[in-house]
Each structure stands twice: as C-alpha cells, then as structure tokens.
C-alpha cells in the first residue's frame, strides 16, 4: 500500500525530472513564458481577433484592443502545448504598444529568436502565433476599411 508521504514524495520526484527534460529541450525564456503566462485569455469586445489552427491540431486565437492605429490591449487563447503557449504570451507582450504596421512585420524567426531558440520540431508554434496575429490585424483592418 502506497502511504500519502510516499506518494508525495514520488510526485516530488517525477516533477523533478519532467524539469530536467524541460531544461534540456526549451530554452529559460520559453519555460518562464509557459509556466507564467501573463498575457492568456481573451479581450471582452476585441476590436481585431484572429484564430488559426495549425497543421499539428493545435489551435491559437490572439484578441486586440486597437486605437488610433496602436494596439494597447494583446491576449491570447491555446489548446496547444507548453512552446505554443510560450510563443503565443511572448508575442501578445511584444505587439502591445506597436502600431498594426510594426506588427505585421513580426516574423516567425523574430519570435524565435525573441525567445531564446525553439527546437526543430516546436517552430512550427511560433508560425502558428504569428499566423493568428496575422489573421487578427487583417480583421481590425478589414473593420476599419469595409
């Protein structure tokens, strides 16, 4: 029979080494960017929303609060894993502030680098967030030019 403090102490340990495996594939920027996501969940009444699905089932939707050409308010939702949640927070805080026009020039390998690298087979994330992006400023921009 498993006691409670055994159990504790073995959940205590597979912890330690899903950390370790973490550590070795992600860089830090990207582990702090999914376990502490600061900007996940959506804007109430988004004047620019985007939402994409990727080729690996992984969907990402970015919500925007734009005036006067400036996005001020940056939000993003994910079913994907812990590389799609790090690109999707770290580029929501990267766009806050800019104008639609500097962030639509954010790419694919600026979130990357942003993030410290992401392995081979996680990039596909950062395209997957910026693609959403994309799709939520061409909305904003179809709104504001019918």
Known sequence: MVHDKDFSILIKDIQRE???????????????????????GSIHHPNGEGEITGPCGDTMNISL???????????F???????????????TKIVQGQTVKEALHISTDMLITELDGLPVEHQHCAELAINALHDALNHYQKKMNP
């Open 77 to 91: 939702f994910t079913d994907g894993c812990g590389a799609t949640v790090a690109c999707g927070n770290m580029l």
């Open 65 to 75: 609060r734009i005036s006067n050409g400036k996005i001020h308010a940056a939000r």
């Open 18 to 40: 899903i950390d370790k495996l973490e550590e070795k594939t992600y860089s830090q920027k990207v582990i702090n960017e999914y376990r502490n996501p600061t900007h996940f």
